[in-house]
Protein backbone atom coordinates (compact mmCIF):
# COMPACT_ATOMS: atom_id res chain seq x y z
CA UNK A 1 0.00 0.00 0.00
CA UNK A 2 1.56 3.95 -0.93
CA UNK A 3 -0.20 7.36 -0.42
CA UNK A 4 -1.31 7.03 -4.63
CA UNK A 5 -3.26 4.22 -3.90
CA UNK A 6 -5.13 5.39 -0.70
CA UNK A 7 -6.35 8.17 -2.41
CA UNK A 8 -7.40 6.09 -5.25
CA UNK A 9 -9.67 4.19 -2.38
CA UNK A 10 -10.35 7.24 -0.66
CA UNK A 11 -11.92 8.49 -4.30
CA UNK A 12 -13.54 5.75 -5.21
CA UNK A 13 -15.65 5.41 -1.74
CA UNK A 14 -15.81 9.02 -2.15
CA UNK A 15 -17.94 8.55 -5.32
CA UNK A 16 -19.65 5.13 -3.91
CA UNK A 17 -21.13 6.72 -1.10
CA UNK A 18 -21.98 9.82 -2.86
CA UNK A 19 -19.96 11.87 -0.64
CA UNK A 20 -18.99 15.75 -1.05
CA UNK A 21 -16.10 17.23 0.11
CA UNK A 22 -17.19 20.22 2.24
CA UNK A 23 -19.19 17.37 4.50
CA UNK A 24 -15.88 15.56 4.49
CA UNK A 25 -14.58 18.75 6.12
CA UNK A 26 -16.79 19.52 8.28
CA UNK A 27 -15.81 15.87 10.18
CA UNK A 28 -12.33 16.68 10.14
CA UNK A 29 -12.79 20.23 11.29
CA UNK A 30 -10.79 21.62 8.79
CA UNK A 31 -11.61 23.87 5.68
CA UNK A 32 -12.90 21.89 2.12
CA UNK A 33 -10.02 23.14 0.28
CA UNK A 34 -7.19 21.74 2.58
CA UNK A 35 -9.09 18.41 3.43
CA UNK A 36 -9.29 18.06 -0.31
CA UNK A 37 -5.56 18.33 -0.13
CA UNK A 38 -5.28 16.16 2.37
CA UNK A 39 -7.01 13.38 0.72
CA UNK A 40 -5.77 13.77 -2.71
CA UNK A 41 -2.24 13.34 -1.16
CA UNK A 42 -0.57 16.48 -0.69
CA UNK A 43 -1.37 17.12 3.20
CA UNK A 44 -0.30 15.36 6.53
CA UNK A 45 -3.03 14.32 8.52
CA UNK A 46 -3.22 13.58 12.46
CA UNK A 47 -3.81 11.01 14.20
CA UNK A 48 -7.48 11.70 14.75
CA UNK A 49 -7.88 13.29 11.58
CA UNK A 50 -6.94 10.22 9.83
CA UNK A 51 -9.21 8.26 12.28
CA UNK A 52 -11.95 10.14 11.52
CA UNK A 53 -10.79 9.51 7.63
CA UNK A 54 -10.44 6.01 7.73
CA UNK A 55 -13.87 5.62 9.53
CA UNK A 56 -15.75 7.97 6.52
CA UNK A 57 -13.23 6.15 3.74
CA UNK A 58 -13.42 2.74 5.64
CA UNK A 59 -9.35 2.98 5.36
CA UNK A 60 -7.62 -0.22 7.39
CA UNK A 61 -4.74 1.07 10.25
CA UNK A 62 -2.22 0.85 7.81
CA UNK A 63 -4.04 3.03 5.42
CA UNK A 64 -4.34 5.20 8.33
CA UNK A 65 -0.85 5.62 8.75
CA UNK A 66 0.17 6.58 5.86
CA UNK A 67 -1.88 9.91 5.83
CA UNK A 68 0.06 10.52 8.32
CA UNK A 69 3.53 10.30 6.44
CA UNK A 70 4.29 13.66 5.01
CA UNK A 71 3.89 13.49 1.70
CA UNK A 72 6.15 14.20 -1.65
CA UNK A 73 4.48 17.41 -2.52
CA UNK A 74 3.41 18.25 -5.96
CA UNK A 75 0.29 16.57 -7.73
CA UNK A 76 0.55 16.91 -11.40
CA UNK A 77 2.10 14.50 -13.38
CA UNK A 78 3.82 16.62 -16.59
CA UNK A 79 5.63 20.23 -16.23
CA UNK A 80 2.94 21.42 -18.02
CA UNK A 81 -0.49 20.62 -16.92
CA UNK A 82 -2.63 18.96 -19.97
CA UNK A 83 -6.07 19.21 -17.73
CA UNK A 84 -8.02 21.66 -19.19
CA UNK A 85 -8.77 23.31 -15.90
CA UNK A 86 -4.92 22.84 -14.39
CA UNK A 87 -4.28 24.57 -17.31
CA UNK A 88 -6.01 27.46 -16.89
CA UNK A 89 -4.05 28.43 -13.64
CA UNK A 90 -0.24 27.41 -15.33
CA UNK A 91 -1.70 30.02 -18.29
CA UNK A 92 -2.80 32.78 -15.58
CA UNK A 93 0.21 32.15 -14.09
CA UNK A 94 2.39 32.25 -17.13
CA UNK A 95 0.45 35.50 -18.64
CA UNK A 96 0.07 37.01 -14.93
CA UNK A 97 2.79 36.16 -13.15
CA UNK A 98 5.37 38.80 -13.39
CA UNK A 99 2.23 41.53 -12.79
CA UNK A 100 1.92 39.27 -9.48
CA UNK A 101 5.48 39.31 -8.44
CA UNK A 102 6.15 43.14 -9.49
CA UNK A 103 2.85 43.81 -7.26
CA UNK A 104 3.69 41.71 -4.44
CA UNK A 105 7.35 43.33 -4.50
CA UNK A 106 5.93 46.43 -4.72
CA UNK A 107 3.56 46.38 -1.87
CA UNK A 108 5.75 44.23 0.18
CA UNK A 109 9.71 44.04 -1.24
CA UNK A 110 11.91 41.29 -1.69
CA UNK A 111 10.28 38.01 -0.77
CA UNK A 112 7.70 35.23 -1.15
CA UNK A 113 3.99 34.24 -0.55
CA UNK A 114 4.14 31.43 1.34
CA UNK A 115 2.33 28.30 0.34
CA UNK A 116 2.80 26.93 3.84
CA UNK A 117 1.31 29.63 6.09
CA UNK A 118 -1.43 29.44 3.10
CA UNK A 119 -5.41 29.50 3.47
CA UNK A 120 -7.27 29.10 0.36
CA UNK A 121 -11.29 29.67 0.22
CA UNK A 122 -13.01 28.33 -3.31
CA UNK A 123 -16.83 29.41 -3.46
CA UNK A 124 -19.65 30.30 -6.67
CA UNK A 125 -20.54 33.47 -7.42
CA UNK A 126 -23.64 34.08 -9.10
CA UNK A 127 -23.67 36.07 -11.77
CA UNK A 128 -27.03 36.60 -14.65
CA UNK A 129 -24.25 36.17 -17.41
CA UNK A 130 -22.95 32.80 -15.99
CA UNK A 131 -21.56 31.34 -12.95
CA UNK A 132 -18.27 32.33 -12.29
CA UNK A 133 -15.35 30.62 -9.85
CA UNK A 134 -14.43 32.53 -6.95
CA UNK A 135 -10.95 31.68 -5.74
CA UNK A 136 -9.39 33.28 -2.50
CA UNK A 137 -5.72 32.87 -2.02
CA UNK A 138 -3.75 34.42 1.36
CA UNK A 139 -0.35 33.51 2.03
CA UNK A 140 2.15 34.94 4.52
CA UNK A 141 4.70 37.56 3.41
CA UNK A 142 8.27 35.98 3.65
CA UNK A 143 10.87 38.48 3.14
CA UNK A 144 14.26 37.77 2.10
CA UNK A 145 16.65 38.40 4.80
CA UNK A 146 20.23 39.34 4.57
CA UNK A 147 23.15 37.88 6.18
Known sequence: MNRARVTEKILSVKIAKGLKWKDIAAKVGRSKEWTTALCLGQMTATPEQAKILGEIFDLTDEEQKILQIVPYKGSLPTQIPTDPLIYRFYELVNVYGTTIKELIHEEFGDGIMSAIDFEMDISRQPD????????????????????
Request: no cysteine; glycine share 10%.
Open 128 to 147: AKGDRVRIVMSGKFLPYKEY
